[in-house]
């Protein structure tokens, strides 16, 4: 069975600390526990979850989702927002984890990635270089969210023409949110491969798209 790379990019940084982080901690788990009743999923998708703050840490590599046990997520009293290492940090696990197409086999669908930060890059230098590595990486979707109203949209529009917005942080937003990308990896799991183009649902009230 081939598989359906699902990268989670998430920012924990000390603004996320508290309240933020736990709606985070409720929303992933209502994401998998919706994930794991889609019978397409449970086959073939697979989730890593990589966080960022002053350092960039991949919490679980690429884990089938039968397997998967959610990390401890943790975040700093204070500190910076990471992002461009942590795009360069998610370069090296694509390439190391994500099995390209052979002449004798077929290789793992083109991966999805979501990102969600409560802020904005602190090393935007780093961001803009690796702008362009990701796209090398041929993401069958990137999906940016801005959680938050001290978050900048942006320069995650640099990265994606996908970006959506939160107003608040709080568990049932984030909840919603959470649902959503579970749709989204559904949907995208029975059309890839019919598709080059990932075909999202509509988002619910609580995520506002960024034109």
Not at 26 to 48: H, T, Y
Request: proline share 9%; charged share 25%; hydrophobic share 40%.
């Amino acid at each position: 069975m081939r598989r359906l790379p699902v990268y989670l990019l998430l920012d924990t940084s000390g603004s996320m600390k508290g309240t933020p982080i736990e709606s985070v901690k409720v929303g992933l788990e209502a994401m998998i526990a919706s994930l794991r009743q889609d019978p397409f999923a449970l086959e073939s998708v697979c989730i890593s979850i990589i966080t960022f703050d002053r350092e960039v840490k991949q919490l679980m590599p690429l884990t089938e989702l039968e397997n998967m046990q959610l990390p401890d997520i943790q975040t700093p009293e204070s500190g910076p927002t990471h992002l461009g290492e942590a795009l360069e940090v998610l370069c090296r696990k694509v390439d190391a984890e994500v099995q390209l197409s052979t002449p004798e086999k077929k290789g793992d669908w083109m991966p999805l990635l979501f990102i969600m930060t409560d802020g904005k890059p602190s090393d935007l230098q780093k961001y803009n270089q690796m702008i362009p590595e990701i796209k090398k990486r041929h993401f069958g979707s990137i999906i940016a969210c801005a959680a938050g109203d001290k978050a900048d949209p942006k320069p995650l529009e640099l990265l994606t023409n996908q970006v959506y917005s939160l107003d608040t942080t709080d568990s049932t937003v984030f909840r919603q949110f959470f649902k959503w990308v579970s749709a989204s990896v559904s949907m995208g799991n029975r059309s890839i491969g019919a598709s080059d183009e990932l075909l999202l649902p509509p988002p619910p009230p609580e995520v506002h798209t960024v034109i």
